[in-house]
Each structure stands twice: as structure tokens, then as C-alpha cells.
């Protein structure tokens, strides 16, 4: 390893003295997204205190998360939109027509073709036709865009008015509820959680997956004899992921059951209640687990995928992606039909928190999305932007509206101050970036 | 001359591009032989980066024929282009300037590793050996290259044509903005290239360049080809003639020369 430092040139030196940049330098992390994340949690920190130290409780948290869900998955593929120069304002009416979708099939729909309440996986077929469906409405969109050449605000506008239009004459005006059970696990409420012991099992896999990659990278670098990061930034890495990932576990886990709930259990499956009433651990809320699953596969599709290379390219500069030889329009058709995928997502973890679905499912989530992929600093100029970091935005984002209202403080304020925020984290990093010129 | 009697590695036959009612390129003909370097100069808007787009798939001529290999070929986008191993280098470099260099050199063809996944490693690689021998000075491979010099950023913009084992080679003004010592590394980079049996049009805005480079030098004007001629029977002030004037050296009259030497 040592011949390795000494015979590449390139390798950063060994700072004199600590220096945070320096140190976040050599370990090859993000700045703007370490930033991010300090400021998230001193926001949360913020809180706490002028809560009066209840804030920060795992319930509290977890409703968080839920909340911070729908618009984070939504986010992760706003950036690629974006990215690549391009705009969905459709994503909030597309999520209402799929959440109408799910909401009709399951109490109507499907029962009328013999797909009765009593068919096994219900909820994966209506699951599948969601998905299906916005796929379906994401590569009509695209094709507008990218083939007739029509700007994909005016493509996407048409589709925020007449999608929710349509689910105006899905549902004849009213609202739908009663949708299946195992459906219902996506609302992240106690019984939509993975429970205790399925949380402690995805932080070890988590753990072992964070140490396999680090492994991994490492090895792939030395293949070819290039500089790798110090030995102690990999370990640090390793260790403060690997003990994140179990606090938040044994954080979820300190969250139990509402005292209803638990004895309704209770009495449900003949269990005696101990004084003081039945302790059921929640752990990590479905909703919760699937959005980790689409950041970290969606980062996948971003970094480690030619798609996810030619979005950047093509928003970096569109004429070198086409004279590369890049198909510049298939890959924007494929951004939209993979955004449909992900307003999918969405509707079911929407449409199960409300147990069906009204008229204004999704309604404005459009703008907090955009607002959630630019306060994680992707850039309208195109070309720039990351998933994890539309994910912190839009955990900001959801933190500032939750912490504000836990406080007391009313809906016109809160959105007062989301507006102010959103317009001081984009400035700030417009300066940042003329100032430090790129990363 | 022995050229004549081999199969040109090019050639583009009366080809004709027009934006509405402006013909870029009219009736143009013009070929290219293996290791030749053929210089095509010419005022601005003289149509020579319009043909070259047509050869190198950017922009389809509107009419006309394209030959490789004495073969009819039907080039469409520049993904036709690279698979007959033409490769351009664009006067704009056509970099993504958000990725890093292995990304650029790679662009649009990258290696992958067996599930599929971008091979980064392997890529920085190969662009670490190409750039070896075409700037050893190169040594940025992991930042976006908006950041690199002008110098570099040929470098890229190069690597990623010559890496991919092109054998016709289209330069559109390679060293305009280039300092005194890159500019003499991609000559060398030229004769070097021209020794290994590559074909490459050069588009160049300096005589000197074209002169001390090409074998074969084709003026264009107003969208024709004046005419193609051997390097070693002109004189550079016959080429600046025929840019100018849009006529043969045996064309021109003393009235057109006097016309030069008031507007030069």
C-alpha cells in the first residue's frame, strides 16, 4: 500500500495540522452534502430545544420520516429531471390519478374482473397496474418532450391540469376508501412498520453491505494502482456508518405501539397484558424502508449506470452527449417513464396512509419536490445535482414544516419560512460554488 | 501518382446541405486516402464545418453520396459515423463538462464490467495509458474537466477520438486555442497520427498550419470546393488567393489582385 502512496503523484498530502476540509477531502466525502446533513441535524437540535427537549423523540421522528417520504422518493428522480434540463410539474396530479387508481381498483375495479377481496395479492396487482400506469403517462410525456420537441413545462403544466381533472372523473367528485390490508402496511403507521426484530436484522445487513462496498472500492482502485484513500478514513467511514445505521435502528426500536393499538393486539391474539400495558417496538416504518431502497437504487442507476452517465452528460452539455452518439431522446423518455415508476411509489405510500384516496392526493407535492432537489443543490443550469442530497432536501424541508408546527408556530408562517430557506439554500450555494468554482 | 490508382478511405460525392433557403454546401466533392492529410480551408461560412458535420453524422447532407472503403454508406447520426471508425474532433471540443476525463474519452461507449455495471476503474485506466502518450503532463482524472485548461481539454476531446482506433480523423481548427507549445504537440500528434495510416481532414483557419501539414489542400468558398490541389504546386499566397477570391490561381486577373492588396 505504501508503494502505491509514494509512486502516484496525484495523491492528496498528508495535511500539516487537522483541518476539517482537509480530513473530508482525504476521505472522499461530499462537502456539500456533509454540510447538508450538519445542517439537518442542528435544525433538528434547534428543535429540541425551543420544544423544550420533547422534539427529538422517536415517535416525533418517525412521524417525520413519513411525512418527509412521499415528496423524498418523488425528489430522487426530480434531480435526474432536472439534471438533464428538463421539468416535471405533472409529478403531484400524477400522484392523484395513480392513488384514485389503487384506491378504485381495490374497492371496485378489481372485485367486477373476479379479483375479489379474498384473492391473494391484491395489492401486488394493484401495485403493478399503478406502476404500469405511470410508466405508460411518463413515456407519453417524454415522447412529447423529446421527440415533437414541446418544452416540458408547457408538456408537463397541460399534465398537472388535466391529470387531476382526471381524477375528478375517476371518482365522480367523491372520495374512495377501504383499500386490502396488506396494502394498508405502506402507511408506516405501527402496524406498518417492520417491527423490532426485521430492524435490527436491515441495519446488520446494512452494516455488512457498508463495509462490503468500501471493501469493494478499495480493491477496484488498487487493481488499477490508483490512489486510494488513507487507511483510518476508510475504517472511520466504515465504524460511523455501520454505528449511524444501528442507532437509528435502536432509535426506532425505543418507538412502541399506541397503548390502543397494543391492546388491541393484545387482546387479538390472546396475549395477557403486563402492568403498565404491552410494549410492541415499532422499528423502521415501511414507508421508511422502501424510500432507503429507492435512494440507494436510484444512486445505483445514477452512478454505476451508462442511463445514469448519459443524463449527466447530456445535461453538462447536450450537443456533446448527441455528437457522442448518445440516443439524447430515448434516455429523456426513459427519465420520465422512470419518474411514472416513482409517482407509483409514491400514490401507494399516499393513498395507504389515507386508507384510500381524495380529490387532492398530491396536490402541490410538484413544488416541494422541485424545492427538495434544490435546496439538496441540484442546479437548474443542468448537469448538476445528486440523489442522496434531494433526499436531505427534502428531510429539510419536512423538518422545518414538522418542527415548526410541533412548536406552534401556524401553516402561514411555516410557509413563510420554507420559502425563505428554500431561496437562502440556493443562494448560498450559487456563492459557494462561483467562489469555490465546482465541487 | 500512385494515389490515384488505390481505393480512397473516403469519399463524399456532390453533396449538398442547406439551412432554408441558404445552401451551406453545394455539389461537393472531395476524398481523403489513407495516411494523407488532406487541409480544408476557407473563409468564414465558407461551408468547410458544415461538410465535415456531414461526414462525421452531426448534420445529414441534404443530397449527395458518402464512399468509405469504395463502399456506399449511409451515415445518419454520429453513431453511423464511429462505427465506419470515423472520428471527429469538433472545433467546440464537445466535452461534457460536468463529468470527469474518463468519462468524456468514454463517452457514449463506456466499458462495463459482466452485471452490466460502468466499469470506472478500467476506464480511468485506459485513459490514464492514452493520455500517457498524448500529454504526460495529464494528470487530472477525476475532476470534472471544466476545470482543466484549454490544453487539456484538447487533450480529452482528442484521446477520446484516437483511443477508439479511428482511421479517418476529422480536426475542426484543433490548436485555435492552443498556446505556442500545445499547438506543436498536436502536430506532432498529426504527422504521428498520419504515419500510422490514418486519414484525417484537417480544418484550420491558419495557413501555416495547413501548410506545413497537409498533403492535399481543398478551398472552399461560398460553398463550393474552388479546387483541391497538391501541397508542393501552390504557394501559400495562391491559397490565400483562392480563399479570398473563390478562384483558381490561373483565374485570377491583375484587377483582383490589386483588389487584395487594398483590403489586405
Partial sequence: MTDVASTTPDQAPAAP???????????????????????????????????????????????????????????TGMVLVIVARNIDLSVGSLVGIIAMTYALLMTDWLSFVGIGADFPFRWLIALGIGVGLGVLIGAVQGFIIAYIGVPSFIVTLGGLLAFRGIVWVQSQGAAVSGLDPTFLLMSGNAQGSVGATATWGLAIIGCVVIVGLLAYNRRQRRRFGFPVRPLWAEVLLGAVGCLVLLGLAAFANDNFWPPGAATRYAQEHGIVEPPGGLRIPVGFPW????????????????????????????????????????????????????????????AAIAAARLDGATLDVGQSYELYVIAAAVVGGTSFAGGIGTIPGAVLGAFVMAALAYGLAYNGVNSSIQNIVAGIVLVIAVGFDTYNRRRGGGS | MTVAERTPLVEMQDINVAFGG?????????????????????????????????????????????????????????????????????????????????????????????????????????????????NPNFKNFVSPVKSLSGGQR???????????????LIMDEP???????????????????????????????????????????????????????????????????????GKKPDEVTEKDKAAIELSG
Fill in chain 1, 17 to 75: 495540522g487537522f483541518s476539517l476540509r482537509g480530513a473530508l477531502a482525504a476521505a472522499e466525502i461530499d462537502t456539500r452534502l456533509f454540510g447538508m446533513l450538519v445542517a439537518l441535524i442542528a435544525l433538528l437540535l434547534g428543535f429540541h430545544v425551543a420544544s423544550g427537549g420533547t422534539f427529538l423523540a422517536p415517535t416525533n421522528m418517525t412521524t417525520l420520516a413519513i411525512q418527509a417520504v412521499g415528496v423524498a422518493i418523488l425528489a
Fill in chain 1, 287 to 346: 414507508p421508511v424502508v422502501i424510500l432507503i431502497a429507492v435512494t440507494l437504487l436510484m444512486t445505483f442507476v445514477a452512478n454505476r449506470r451508462r442511463f445514469g452517465r448519459y443524463v449527466y452528460a447530456y445535461g453538462g452539455n447536450p450537443d456533446a452527449a448527441e455528437l457522442a452518439g448518445i440516443n439524447t431522446r430515448w434516455t429523456l423518455v426513459k427519465i420520465y417513464m422512470l419518474m411514472g415508476v416513482l409517482c407509483a411509489i409514491s
Fill in chain 2, 154 to 168: 484538447q487533450a480529452v476531446a482528442i484521446a477520446r477520438a484516437v483511443y477508439f482506433n479511428a482511421r479517418i
Fill in chain 2, 175 to 245: 490548436t485555435a486555442a492552443l498556446g505556442p507549445a500545445e499547438t506543436a504537440q498536436v502536430r506532432n500528434l498529426i504527422r504521428q497520427l498520419k504515419d500510422e495510416g490514418i486519414g484525417i481532414f484537417l480544418i484550420s483557419h491558419d495557413i501555416h498550419d495547413v501548410f506545413d501539414l497537409s498533403d492535399r489542400i481543398s478551398v472552399m468558398y461560398h460553398g463550393q470546393i474552388v479546387d483541391t490541389v497538391e501541397k508542393a504546386s501552390v504557394t501559400p499566397d495562391d491559397v490565400l488567393g483562392m480563399i479570398i477570391l
Fill in chain 2, 22 to 134: 441558404v445552401h451551406a454546401v453545394r455539389e461537393v466533392s472531395i476524398d481523403l486516402y489513407a495516411g494523407e492529410v488532406v487541409g480544408l480551408v476557407g473563409g468564414n461560412g465558407a461551408g468547410k464545418s458544415t461538410l465535415m458535420r456531414v461526414l462525421s453524422g452531426a448534420h445529414p447532407a441534404d443530397s449527395g453520396e458518402i464512399k468509405v472503403n469504395g463502399e456506399r454508406v449511409s451515415i445518419s447520426n454520429p453513431r453511423d459515423a464511429k462505427a465506419y471508425n470515423i472520428e471527429t474532433i469538433y472545433q467546440t471540443l464537445a466535452l461534457a463538462d460536468n463529468v470527469d476525463a474518463p468519462a468524456n474519452v468514454f463517452l457514449g461507449r463506456e466499458m462495463t464490467t459482466r452485471w452490466g455495471t460502468l466499469d470506472d476503474g478500467a476506464m480511468e485506466d485506459a485513459t490514464r495509458k492514452v493520455m500517457g502518450r498524448l
